[in-house]
């Protein structure tokens, strides 16, 4: 069973399915077809407010890209130590933006605080031709560490961006699971508390590849289509990508998924918090929930076949479960089981 | 009927089914799983040799990628001035390569002549440090003319670029169309010919979204996996890239493919050629027909609801149609049909 | 002697002195000096309009800084293809721009012809994704070719290129030199024909290393400071370059020191003309003259110990000779009294 | 009187003789001339072994120029946090190296200390494609606090880099302070303990505009001349530059320049270290002193026309003084007598 992360599921039958209807018969390409139309469509239904749509592949092209479009090469994209963009991007952000910095920041259970911005804000040289310009705050939604930023939230730190002349970028790879976890409208959670341009995720809620840079404001995309084209991230066969996003958007599909993923782990934490020595780490607010545990337990737990990553913690032995719009409630109570019946064994003494 | 290009067909079926099997299950993600494994095993079957693969998306990060692994910033790409990467990818080879010049050849049918080749490079100031070095040479198989290269003009071009230093790439879009034309072995039109790295299409001949970076050169392919990641070109769910790949060169399916759009190639060229009033540009030796024909004739076989693009040569009114796949002899005859009853009818007298 | 280029001379001596003086006493760095606002008030007196001015060391950085300020990494930029920016800067503007293409574009006498630049933007694909924007022109002033644009030619090229929303540029490397050979203003050569931002040349006209880009589009300007200091190019001891300048424009320094050069080609060019076996290439305008003659001849001059360069020219043997502020009526005299003694003997028969 | 930088000196009577006499005759452009080939024939003395040398113009290029050298756009440069590379340079190093990451690394008095770094290392994701590759060490010498490196310390970091493949930069702006203030020999400071590069620093000590890229490494220098020229730092009247070096390296005087100013700071250090209320924040081993004191009393020196950098430090109010080759003991000892009388009187009480 596996908790690695949610991009090991497959793809929604779902989707599937929307991808050999869209196969049947000729396209134009490059996005000039009726899937693309109909996911802009959505999109401005679904944001209640007009939207310009660049469906991507991959959540590292979408972000990057989506940076591009806010910071020149001189400028820096403030975000949380623990960001996508910072730590799993192989410097995608700094590529796309011919050179930007990234400024990290700070922050308990992965979200920014108000208080850290400002402090970073008014030590940032603004206007000082030595010092790159803070140009571009990204927020990731859900968290890196599984947890949300709620709409006060985020207003107040688009705000202080915004009064400094910046953009701000949500990375919302999982923003499905945020919006579900906070029963706020989408609206709510990007343009009407200042959110300029949204990376919208799909892969990992169903998807087989498929995001979308949604632009809130619009003079942000002027000439986008150009950025996108020059990073070979213009599909020929666009259909393909927005029949994806089709289908996810369809019947609520995408909250559907991340309802689920969100409700699995939620019951992972639950069944984790009774355990002796288990320990969560953070607020359990989306779909993945880190956990301190005995480094006995983890290697047990490994070799029983569950595949997790270690998360080590402030030297802590600690680990990350992430669930997805797959995995079964057996599989939640079979890896609570194992560990449960792991943990009533003593640790093995240390070799002398 | 739709000849604007093989890039308007939808995917194989057999490609679809190999999409819907991949979906199956989890499977670790960014390519450590068995579909990408299979389809480098598949390669080096079929290429005769040890070969590193990378699977991408698209035909415009595949050639720039890989032209990225040959040529540092200050260097220049040798290309025939129709190349795709030169015309068509929005710079796409200077963004990735980090500023490299691409230095256009002029060539009949598409192709440079080993000539041309050797005169621009004694102009080129090899060493000179305010020149820009030639750092590779690219080759389109087949060209962007519809014609192929034959080994010994590739053996020819790559020894000269070889002796200077150069990497020897091929843009392989349409690789399989040029394979079946030839009636020559993958092995034969690259690495034994003197290729280093070609660029191998998919998407064009029934894949959804797929291409594949092959380097012949195992040194050139060293820390490459950087590059496709910061380049947000490395799938989370790789296995749904790879199954294409797979599928598409399981049971000859790519070369079956490129054998049928070239037939319904050859079967366009040969009735356009018994047309009078029409011509053709360039020997047919691929998917694509290059034809002069009336302007009088062009519009009205628009207005019939022909789809293709208008291919203005040297002052005259000429079309570019491309075959794929999918493409139907019934469809081949109803365009020439189409095109001979307006041919029979007078043009209309120019507006006074 | 020698004539291999204006750059093989060395500083004017009042700007030495200007040097030696601007080093008393301590100064703020990085331009907050005396010295360069009064590089700034007498070039905005010297061009007649409100300027933005940069100081910069070397002719290359000035190009390629200008160039960044008017075209995206997605654009292109138009010129001559003898031009300074295509042929000798190593990929600096492809560096500068963040991988933005250059389009050469022909023309007699290093000049672009009006007619030659609206075919090349009528056929740009402007809008179109696939292809790169034209988004600059630069022209050359003096040319390579040792020739001049008329304000009425930079007016119709500047029409042209504004007419797209294209930025011009002005490579004046050699500006001193065109406008003493066409009694024009500078005013009338630049911002009054259409010039959006000029690279002042200083270093090959008397000083020691000191160009200015000078911005008449204000707009242009904006963030520019950010481009130079992240290039290397902001220099903590302004003063130095700044001080230069100042001397250069002071009392029409510049101008005398190009209005000799231009009389020592002029003279050089008369002598030329009159002898046997020797033609000029192009009309002699500047400080530079291009000459065919015979190839045993170069040899000869070349072994007499005068430095220039050969330069060849539709398979003819040719040269050129560039003549600077120091050249001495003497030296022009020495190297034509020298070639005309060689051009007496015939020559040596051909190896057999 | 100025101890806001050393760079707000002039320069050094010698070296503007050496200016001068460069000036007279014609040379050969490019590095092509006979001060170039003394400059590095000097290095190669005192560095006791054979470099490769590349004169450029400010420190900023000089430090980017050769952190491209160690690193590809995917790598990462591990600094300290104050280091100037990622401090005070507007992102160069990002521009020149394609886009790699600074890893910023904390330490007291401005040094690194090897377990730290060590410990960075263990967590960097070596061969992680997620993960930017950590690819050169740079180390300050003397450090942006005023200290110096040990030569030891510098072997242990050294090792440590090396160990993981990565290359060692020192960024030498003021390196002479360095060498005069250990004793040690400049090869023992760099290449003996393992520097592969340093950016060797002359305008702060004495020169107009010049510092020189020195490889020990040569197999690093390789392809280095067309980084430098596509940059714009390559001089076509190199003379100028390496006539400064000449005369900065001749003789000594870099030594004696340095080991003025270090007297200097140190008299000023002696001095501070006696008045109440003051305190000193780094121990002064080059040419600046940190000094906290009351805010009132910068405020009244500011005011009193000495003119300094403000430099807050842990929320204290602090100072940053740089003394020059040419800060005179007096202006040392006006700067604390000044001090001290205001000292003395009560600060004012705050408004209320």
Not at 191 to 209: C, E, F, Q
Request: glycine content about 10%.
């Amino acid at each position: 069973m596996n908790f690695a992360s949610d991009n090991t599921a497959g793809a929604h039958p779902a989707i599937l399915r929307a991808l050999a209807e869209a196969s049947e018969g000729r396209a134009m390409p490059y996005g000039n077809d009726p899937w693309t139309e109909r996911v802009a469509a959505s999109l401005a239904e679904i944001f209640e407010t007009a939207v310009t749509v660049f469906p991507v592949a991959t959540g590292t092209a979408c972000n990057a890209l989506a940076l591009s479009a806010l910071t020149p090469p001189w400028g820096a994209v403030m975000c949380h130590e623990s960001a996508h963009i910072e730590v799993d991007e192989c410097g995608a952000p700094e590529f796309f933006t011919g050179g930007a910095k990234l400024m990290t920041l700070p922050g308990g259970d992965g979200r920014i605080a108000p208080a850290t911005l400002e402090q970073a804000l008014a030590g940032a040289g603004f206007g000082v031709v030595h010092s790159v310009q803070p140009s571009a705050l990204s927020l990731t939604q859900a968290t890196e560490c599984g947890t949300v930023y709620r709409p006060d939230a985020i207003r107040a730190l688009a705000d202080l961006a915004h009064a400094r002349g910046m953009g701000v970028h949500m990375d919302g790879a999982r923003f499905a699971n945020a919006v579900v976890s906070l029963g706020a409208s989408p609206a709510e959670l990007t343009w009407r508390s200042g959110v300029d341009v949204l990376s919208l995720g799909a892969t990992k809620n169903g998807a087989m590849a498929a995001e979308a840079v949604v632009f809130f404001d619009q003079g942000r995309a002027d000439r986008f289509a150009f950025r996108r084209k020059r990073a070979g991230h213009l599909f020929s066969k666009m259909r393909f990508l927005s029949a994806q996003l089709e289908a996810y958007l369809a019947d609520g599909l995408w909250l559907a998924n991340a309802g689920h993923a969100n409700a699995m782990a939620a019951r992972l934490a639950a069944g984790l918090a009774a355990l002796p020595g288990v320990g969560l780490l953070h607020p359990v607010e989306a779909n993945a929930v880190f956990a301190t545990m005995p480094g006995h337990a983890i290697e047990a737990m490994k070799a029983a076949g569950f595949r997790f990553y270690r998360w080590p913690h402030d030297g802590s032995d600690a680990v990350r479960l992430v669930t997805a719009f797959d995995t079964q409630p057996a599989d939640v109570d079979a890896f609570l089981a194992k560990l449960q019946s792991i943990l009533l064994i003593p640790a093995p003494a240390a070799a002398t």
